[in-house]
C-alpha cells in the first residue's frame, strides 16, 4: 500500500552544517513554516562536517570578489559568534604558514598581498620571530594570522539541530532520498522510509550532490569526483609540539594545500590531510571500492583530463598515502622533531569535489537551481567555516523563487 506523502513548505537533503545552518536560519526568519530536514545516515555532520580538521579559516588563500572569499570572512564571525552564544568550545590559536625555502618566501610574500587585498589581518615573520613562536618549526619565515581558530564542527552540528528541533523543524535521518521529481507547485521526494512533498527544495548533498541534481534532469557540466583526505594524530606527548595551527606555504600550481599540524579543539594535534585519489565517494576505511562510483569517474571526460593534469600529484599522493615515511617527510620539512612512531590512526576525510568538464577543478562554491529547487553543488573547505553566510545566500535565492511564484 503506497504511503501519503508528507507534506512540508521546505525540505532539506543534508544534516551538514551547510544544511543545518540553513534549517535554522529559515526558521529563524519563517517561524510558521513546515520545514523537514532528511539525511540518510543515522547523525549529523556524518560526512565532510564531522571528518574536516576543525579550523575555522579567516580567507587567506582565496581570490579577492571571489564566494569563498566573502563568505570566510563573514562565516569565521559568524561561526564564533554562534559558539559564544551557545558555550561552545572553541579557540582562536592564530596560524602560521611557514616558508622553508627561497621559493616558497617568494610565495608567501603573494600570499601577505592577498590576504591585505582580502583585509585580513597578518603579520611577517622574520626566522627569528618565528623561532620565538614555534621553537619545534623551522623555517625562513613566516605569516601569521591571528583570527583562525578551532572549533568542533560536529558539536556546532548538533546544536543547530537542537535549535532547528526547538523551532518547530523536523530532522529525519536514516532517510535515504532514492528519487525526485519536480512539478508547478514543489517537489516530490520518495525516500526509503517515507515519501516526502515539499513546496521548495534545498539540496546540500556533497558527495551525492551532482546525482541529486540528475534526479530531477537539471543539467550540469560538473561531477562530484571524491579525494580522501587521510590524517594521522600525533602521540599523546606531543600535545604541545606546537602553540598555533602550522601550515606550509601552498604551490599555486597543485590543487590542495599540503599536510600541516593542527590543534584540535580537545587538544591533541592531527597531521594531514593529504589528498589521495578515492575509489569510493563514502570510503573512510584503509581500502575502499565502489563499481558504481569508479564506473561514473571513468565514463566522465573531466576525470580524464584531471588525471592528464595531475597525474604526477597523484602518483605521489598514492604512494605517501601508502608509504608512511613518504607522509612524514612532508611534515618534518617544517617540524622536524616529529618522528614515524608519533603517527598515530586517525579518521579519514573524503572531499566532496567539482570537477567541470573540461577537467579543471571548481574552486569556488557552486550553486545550481530549477523553478522549485536549489542545490549547493561545490561547497569545498572553507564550507565549514562559511556556513552561516552560505545558508543567508540560500535564504535569499529562496525568497526570490517564493516573490516568483
Same mark, same amino acid.
Given at each position: 500500500m503506497q504511503k501519503t506523502p508528507m507534506e512540508y513548505d521546505i525540505a532539506i537533503i543534508g544534516a551538514g552544517i551547510v544544511g543545518l545552518s540553513t534549517a535554522w536560519q529559515l526558521l529563524q526568519k519563517y517561524p510558521g513554516k513546515r520545514l523537514v530536514v532528511l539525511d540518510k545516515a543515522a547523525h549529523v555532520a556524518a560526512h565532510q562536517t564531522g571528518h574536516n580538521s576543525g579550523v575555522i579559516h579567516a580567507g587567506v588563500y582565496y581570490a579577492p570578489g571571489s564566494l569563498k572569499a566573502k563568505f570566510c570572512k563573514q562565516g569565521a564571525a559568524a561561526t564564533k559568534a554562534f559558539c559564544q552564544a551557545h558555550n561552545i568550545a572553541y579557540e582562536e590559536c592564530g596560524k602560521l604558514l611557514v616558508a622553508t625555502n627561497k621559493l616558497e618566501l617568494q610565495r608567501m610574500d603573494a600570499l601577505f598581498e592577498r590576504c591585505q587585498n582580502n583585509d585580513l589581518e597578518v603579520h611577517y615573520l622574520t626566522q627569528a620571530q618565528l623561532h620565538q613562536r614555534e621553537p619545534n618549526v623551522v623555517g625562513k619565515g613566516a605569516l601569521f594570522v591571528p583570527s583562525t581558530g578551532i572549533v568542533s564542527y560536529r558539536a556546532l552540528c548538533e546544536k543547530l539541530a537542537e535549535l532547528v528541533a526547538g523551532l518547530g523543524g523536523e530532522i529525519h535521518l536514516g532517510t535515504q532520498v532514492i528519487g525526485l521529481q519536480e512539478d508547478a507547485s514543489g517537489v516530490s521526494i520518495d525516500a526509503n522510509r517515507h515519501p516526502f512533498y515539499a513546496r521548495y527544495l534545498v539540496s546540500c548533498g556533497g558527495l551525492m550532490a551532482d546525482r541529486l541534481t540528475k534526479m530531477l534532469g537539471i543539467k550540469t557540466d560538473f561531477q562530484i569526483v571524491p579525494f580522501r583526505g587521510e590524517y594521522y594524530?600525533?602521540?599523546?606527548?606531543?600535545?604541545?609540539?606546537?602553540?598555533?595551527?602550522?601550515?606550509?606555504?601552498?604551490?599555486?600550481?597543485?590543487?590542495?594545500?599540503?599536510?600541516?599540524?593542527?590543534?584540535?579543539?580537545?587538544?591533541?594535534?592531527?597531521?594531514?590531510?593529504?589528498?589521495?585519489?578515492?575509489?569510493?565517494?563514502?570510503?573512510?576505511?584503509?581500502?575502499?571500492?565502489?563499481?558504481?562510483?569508479?564506473?561514473?569517474?571513468?565514463?566522465?571526460?573531466?576525470?580524464?583530463?584531471?588525471?592528464?593534469? &595531475?597525474?604526477?600529484?597523484?602518483?605521489?599522493?598514492?604512494?605517501?598515502?601508502?608509504?608512511?615515511?613518504?607522509?612524514?617527510?612532508?611534515?618534518?620539512?617544517?617540524?622536524?622533531?616529529?618522528?614515524?612512531?608519533?603517527?598515530?590512526? &586517525?579518521?579519514?576525510?573524503?572531499?566532496?569535489?567539482?570537477?567541470?568538464?573540461?577537467?579543471?577543478?571548481?574552486?569556488?562554491?557552486?550553486?545550481?537551481?530549477s523553478p522549485r529547487t536549489l542545490h549547493v553543488c561545490n561547497a569545498p573547505s572553507p564550507a565549514a567555516t562559511s556556513a552561516f553566510p552560505i545558508g543567508q545566500y540560500i535564504l535569499n535565492k529562496l525568497e526570490q523563487k517564493m516573490l516568483e511564484s
Open positions: 594524530r600525533l602521540s599523546p606527548h606531543h600535545n604541545q609540539i606546537v602553540n598555533h595551527l602550522i601550515y606550509p606555504i601552498p604551490d599555486p600550481d597543485l590543487p590542495f594545500l599540503g599536510v600541516h599540524l593542527t590543534r584540535m579543539i580537545d587538544g591533541s594535534v592531527t597531521v594531514g590531510p593529504n589528498a589521495v585519489q578515492g575509489w569510493k565517494r563514502e570510503g573512510y576505511g584503509r581500502v575502499n571500492v565502489s563499481i558504481k562510483d569508479i564506473s561514473s569517474m571513468f565514463s566522465f571526460p573531466g576525470y580524464w583530463r584531471l588525471i592528464k593534469d &595531475y597525474w604526477k600529484i597523484g602518483l605521489k599522493e598514492t604512494y605517501n598515502s601508502w608509504y608512511r615515511a613518504g607522509y612524514l617527510k612532508q611534515v618534518k620539512k617544517y617540524c622536524p622533531m616529529v618522528q614515524l612512531s608519533d603517527l598515530e590512526p &586517525y579518521p579519514a576525510g573524503i572531499r566532496a569535489q567539482a570537477v567541470m568538464k573540461d577537467g579543471k577543478l571548481m574552486h569556488d562554491f557552486l550553486f545550481v537551481q
